[in-house]
């Protein structure tokens, strides 16, 4: 698989024109995704069989973490659809100061526990991982709580303009949103966010867009 940048752009959506055409969810089997940097780096993390589960690829996260950072100390993130939990994990094996998961799905968010519990035995990685609805949860968290949002929705929900409006008020000034989706979303205006980089794998779509300066 060949990640390419944006030099030659897909066709652009704008969020709420209901432009996107997501493609049909497949059913993950039971597999594993490997963390690929910081003190857990080459771990494995089991998934559980869930439909329309797709985690993100390797060279993806290793491409998206190049771009943020190997060393993000003092970061406050957010994974708010975690799935997998490889976003999240991959954030908290890299030294982030609070990493929060949240997982819909009950047997993923025991899963995601399980992993937890596996990794750090100590326990003194600061993760939470939490069984909630992603989009009513960010909707009552404080403002500016988080430097960097995870956004990698189930693409046949379509949920990428409600996620990005309540994901957007949660950023610090300069924080980052990471968005996965199967055509490139256009953030409203209004949102206050601005593409900082973008890039391609396959059928998957990803940027990372900034608030603010």
Known sequence: MTIRHSNRPGPRVTVGEGAVKPRPPKAAGPGEVRIVGGVWKRSKLPVPVSEGLRPTPDRVRETVFNWLGQDLAGWRVLDAFAGSGALGFEAASRGAAQVVLLERDARLATALRA?????????????????????????????????LVFLDPPFAQVLFAAALTAAAPLLAEGGLIYL????????????????????????VHYRLLRRGG
Not at 180 to 203: D, F, H, I, M, T
């Open 115 to 147: 992993n937890l519990k596996r990794l750090d035995k100590d326990n003194t990685v600061p993760m939470t991982i939490a069984n909630a609805d992603a989009l009513a949860w960010m909707q009552r968290a404080a403002p500016g709580s988080f430097d």
């Open 180 to 203: 996965e989706s199967p055509e490139p979303v256009e953030p409203p205006a209004a949102l206050g966010l601005s593409v900082w980089k973008e890039g391609r794998a396959g059928a």
